[in-house]
């Protein structure tokens, strides 16, 4: 069985982690970051953009860059009006009365922009752990709905994910911060304000037994709502000082927006941050711009309604619980959200002072509470048990509307209830079992989550047949129900499913489409790296042939230029494609490498005013050396440089005239000059006669030397008479090497004929 990850799912953010050595630990995205904005962005070219990238993107592109989308999802389009005003993007009605959102003319449901960005988690969780990634945890709200529950699997489904289980985000919390903790029995209260929803759980703590007590919440409550408050604030203001209304500017509202939750932020930590939105709109009399501060007194003012009905949902999980604030050992804050000083503020008070428990990371420890909660699937964590509640009451529809009771909320899960129903009116042949989900008395007040018909139910005064309904809710929260006539056996049965009425087909479909995303990005990735290989390699290609034009045979300038050029083409096709592209570029770069090669076995064309100097061999007296050019001599074929060798050390001549490999047309040519030199010296008045002419030696054929010439003999070696020195000839001399002009030549020093 392979790894199987955890994740949070989150309305703001997301977050990956998985178990490694018994440990959770969170997975870094591509970009480094270890949480993900829960954002996608869509590019004029049809590009997908996910997490950072689209955050990046969301200014100038307000109207494609979906975000929060975790509010829509499974809900009815009636319900999320409040929702629907606060974003830029384009809501429309979808099926079963559902919400979607169009880009550029097409269609995208909740459960796909969510499934895009479990897809970006997984990527990466892949690229961390070098294996493919098949299974995961997820986290929800503890107060989401049945049918939120199951769109959130949809998307795990259309991502390529089986979800082995959903729980309970303030579950997942208590699980992180109780794992090393098994020895402790501990009554706990997990806060959890994210960005989007609020949740309360009640946990009880011991032998690693993590048992839910109770569950409140608001799905309607979270950060964004305090972003909204700021917001409202700054076009408030606004509006008062310029006349102009910002709410019908999108690009200025996406601005607004970002620049509100910086200050949220910042007001976290410091007593006051500054708001600057230079050129937010202009009219007539020119640019507008928006420069104001707000000190975290005000931010607070702004923001105690929402504060004060976080209060409402702990009062209501003790009382379900049957605990006062004084049996909560520990307060455990969990969301972004939590930082909020007004919030911590208005929780200590609330439990007469205590303070809450800050060892675990607001933002981290849901996703490693799920990836522990995947280990304890994964049969990596032993004497782990977790019991999960139901947040919310599950009955039928009765007769006068009435909405009766099956599963009472809090109930822990898996768990299974059945009840016994009759007709409501004489000879009734069929009855309609309409599921909700609540606690209001009447039908209408509560949330509906389907409706099916048992039909063959024999004709009998009212009454009289017994209809038996049963509830069963697995381990996921998700709701299984069926009704069987008693009499006749006749049974029908309904798995309720998101309310946005995907259908198997309908979601492996979506999945599909998602794999073929997948392979686009991969496309691109690849497409980019290669792009950035030949612009390397084109570079490389421009700067040789530039410096070392000379060295490199036409042969090969015109192989090298044949193939950037072929490669070049690749490139720029419409639909490139990758394979051709690699190919031509590996034909380049080893073009490349044989240019590369010949460049450095020959030698560098030209000299400069300051020539390099020379290496002398191990043998010479470094006082003796003033090298002025490079001599190569490694083999018995190297021919001077095409612009002239100077010798200033007589040391230098010998050690060439010694080389046992040195061309023997050369030694001699050397003899004559040491005798040129010998016998002509310019008066010391006179500066040399002409300027120096750079010859161009002619090339030889190697010397073919019997074997006893390449006998190695000592540089000072005695003879026996002096070699005779033959008369000088006009031409002869290929080198123009001026004596010094103020000392004679002294000829009768064998070992420095020049000087």
């Not at 503020?345 to 799920?370: H, L, M, W």
């Not at 010439?709 to 070696?717: I, Q, V, W």
Request: proline content about 7%; overall charge negative; hydrophobic content about 35%.
């Amino acid at each position: 069985m392979g790894k199987v990850i955890g994740i949070d799912l989150g309305t703001t953010n997301s977050c990956v982690a998985v178990l490694e050595g018994g440990k959770p630990v969170v997975i870094p995205n591509s970009e480094g970051g270890r949480t993900t904005p829960s954002m996608v962005g869509f590019t004029k070219s049809g590009d997908r953009l996910i997490g950072q990238l689209a955050k990046r993107q969301a200014v100038t592109n307000a109207e494609n860059t979906i975000y929060s989308i975790k509010r829509f999802i499974g809900r009815r389009w009636e319900d999320t009006e409040m929702e629907r005003s606060r974003v830029p993007y384009n809501c429309i009605p979808g099926r079963d009365n559902t919400v979607d959102v169009k880009i550029r003319a097409r269609n995208h449901t909740p459960q796909e922009i969510s499934a895009t960005i479990l897809q970006k988690l997984k990527q990466d969780a892949e690229s961390y752990l070098g294996e493919p990634i098949y299974q995961a945890v997820i986290t929800v709200p503890a107060y989401f709905t049945d049918g939120q529950r199951q769109a959130t699997k949809d998307a795990g489904t259309i991502a390529g994910l089986e979800v082995l289980r959903i729980i309970n985000e303030p579950t997942a919390a208590a699980l992180a911060y109780g794992l090393d903790r098994h020895d402790e029995e501990l009554t706990i209260l997990v806060f959890d304000l994210g960005g989007g929803t609020f949740d309360v759980s009640i946990l009880q703590l011991g032998d690693g037994i993590f048992e839910v007590k109770a569950t409140a919440g608001n799905n309607h409550l979270g950060g964004d709502d305090f972003d909204s408050e700021i917001v409202s604030w700054l076009v408030e203001n606004f509006r008062d000082a310029e006349g102009l209304d910002l709410s019908t500017d999108k690009m200025a509202m996406q601005r607004l927006r970002e620049a509100a939750e910086k200050a949220k932020i910042e007001l976290s930590s410091t007593t006051e941050t500054h708001i600057n939105l230079p050129f937010i709109t202009a009219d007539e009399t020119g640019p507008k711009h928006i420069d104001v501060r707000l000190s975290r007194s005000e931010f607070e003012e702004l923001v105690k309604p929402l504060v004060d009905s976080t209060i409402e949902p702990v009062s209501q999980a003790l009382e379900d619980a049957n605990m006062n604030t004084e049996e909560i050992d520990r307060l455990i804050l969990i969301g972004g959200s939590t930082r909020t000083p007004a919030v911590q503020r208005a929780i200590s008070d609330f439990f007469a002072g205590k303070q809450p428990d800050y060892s675990v990371n607001p933002d981290e420890a849901v996703a490693t509470g799920a990836a522990i909660q995947a280990g304890v699937l994964g049969g990596e964590v032993q004497d782990v048990l977790l019991l999960d509640v139901t947040p919310l009451s599950l009955g039928i529809e009765t007769l006068g509307e009435v909405f009766t009771k099956i599963i009472e909320r809090n109930t822990t899960l898996p768990t299974s209830k059945s009840q016994m129903f009759s007709t409501a009116t004489d000879g009734q042949t069929s009855v309609e079992v309409h599921a909700l989900q609540g606690e209001r008395a009447m039908a209408r007040d509560n949330k509906s989550l389907g409706k099916f018909i048992l039909m063959g139910i024999p004709p009998a005064p009212r009454g009289i047949p017994q209809i038996e309904v049963s509830f069963e809710i697995d381990a996921n929260g998700i709701l299984n129900i069926s009704a069987r006539d008693k009499g006749t056996g006749r049974a029908q049965s309904i798995q309720i499913t998101n309310t946005g009425g995907l259908s198997a087909e309908e979601i492996e479909q979506m999945r599909l489409e998602a794999e073929q995303f997948a392979d686009q990005d991969e496309w691109q990735r690849n497409l980019a790296e290669l792009r950035n290989q030949a612009d390397a390699l084109f570079y490389n290609y421009e700067d040789t042939l530039k410096h070392n034009a000379d060295l490199v045979s036409d042969r090969l300038k015109l192989e090298v230029t044949e193939k950037a050029h072929r490669l070049q083409e690749a490139l720029d096709e419409t639909n490139p494609n990758v394979e051709e592209i690699r190919q031509r570029l590996h034909q380049f770069q080893q073009t490349l490498f044989a240019i590369g090669s010949a460049v450095y076995q020959g030698e560098t064309p030209e000299l400069d005013d300051h020539p390099h100097e020379a290496i002398a061999p191990d043998t010479h007296d470094p006082s003796q050396t003033n090298h002025h050019q490079q001599v190569s001599h490694d083999s018995p074929t190297t021919e001077p440089s095409p612009s002239g060798l100077e010798f200033t050390d007589a040391d230098d001549l010998e050690d060439l005239g010694d080389d046992d490999d040195l061309d023997t047309d050369l030694a001699r040519e050397l003899e004559d000059l040491e005798a040129l030199l010998s016998q002509e010296s310019p008066p010391a008045s006179s500066p040399p006669a002409r300027p120096r002419p750079t010859a161009s030696p002619q090339k030889r054929p190697p010397s073919k030397a019997s074997p006893q010439d390449k006998t190695p003999r000592p540089a000072a070696e005695p003879t026996d008479s002096p070699a005779p020195q033959p008369a000088p000839r006009k031409g002869d001399n290929p080198f123009d090497i001026a004596s010094s002009p103020t000392e004679p030549v002294d000829d009768g020093d064998p070992d420095n004929p020049f000087f």
